[in-house]
């Protein structure tokens, strides 16, 4: 770096060996690096000497602000809404798994008999009465809509109001795994194929955008604030509620709409997967299909679905008095730059991760009481999952209870 002298030419302005000094002050680096830009374009002294306490006060009103963002907010949960395979709502979805009761079974959104995977967790019955007007279904694919409901239901849930004196500090920040609206994709492709160009609807491209999942929930509450979406296949929804909590902890934001969305039953998705060999086959028994680090596995099970997460920061949410149904104190995220669809075998990628989520919360993995596995019922996987597991928990907390991904 040049010392000051050097750049601005003035004795009184000088740096040595990293301690700074302007004008008989000493600062730390930051501070003097600051100073040195800042008198980079005045070139008179007298008008040098008036700038120091501009200056000075200029750096401290930014230090508040804060040059650096300060993270250490918290950060909380007020309200959740889940459309799933077993069930229409946070509370159905809760009490049929507490019943045992499997959402996998012979796909119906599409004739899948000549295909080898023909079972899926589809949304049953989904009615977008009362959410969705009429006019708007042709303008958006099945994975916005069932975005726009379960997002209803998590505001309505954490009675969160979006105004003209908050929409600048509500943000969404939702995600999908796959490929967006692939249902209108297929439909306008064949229209193309089958009447021309000129029959494609004028909608085509808005209902699939993955983008407009979170576009949608923006333009219906008003909220302002940051608008993101992220496709990480099976990580979507976890990156998606990390890094709104990021948002809210570096002060961007007061609350933020967040989660993912997914709606891949459809005869292009299931074969593409199927090409893979990566579906199971167990057509006669759907419930019992998906059964991770199980010897008999033989791939994992295609589910569509949404779930909404309302994050607040804890000051907001205590100021307007919301039930705070959680809290979230870490968050951790890596790539192991390895395979577009297999785990490193060694499983390290996994267990770095999890490393630093525990170290960004201040937690050991004695303290944790429940893990909710990715559990693919794939052979590489699952072995890869396993052995990352119980390096990060095994010996230090064997009794942690790990709940599988099964619906």
Known sequence: MWPVKEVCGDERFFSVYGNRRVAGVEYGDEQA???????LSVKNLEARD?????????????KEKGMKKDLSRRVVVTGMGLISPVGFGTDETWSTLLRGESGIAPITLFDARRFSCQIAGEVKNFDSDGFIEKKDLKKTGRFIQLTIVAADKAISDSGLKVNGSNEDRVGVYI???????????EREHQKLLDRGAERLSPFFIAATMMNLAAGQVAIRTGAKGPNLACSTACTTGAHAVGEAFRIIQAGDADA???????AIVSALAIAGLDAMHALSSRNKEPEKASRPWDRGRDGFVVGEGAAILVLESYEHAVGRQARILAEIVGYGRNCDAYHPVAPREDGSGVRKVMGLALRDAGLDPGDIGYLNAHATSTTLGDRAEAKAIWEVFGEQNPSVLVKLAIL
Request: include cysteine; glycine fraction near 10%.
């Open 175 to 185: 995600g999908s795994s796959c490929i967006g609206g692939i249902e209108v994709i």
């Open 256 to 262: 933020m709409i967040c989660g993912s969305v997914e």
């Open 33 to 39: 690096e600051f100073y040195e830009k800042s008198c």
């Open 50 to 62: 008036l700038m120091i306490p501009v200056i000075n006060e200029k750096y401290q009103r930014i």
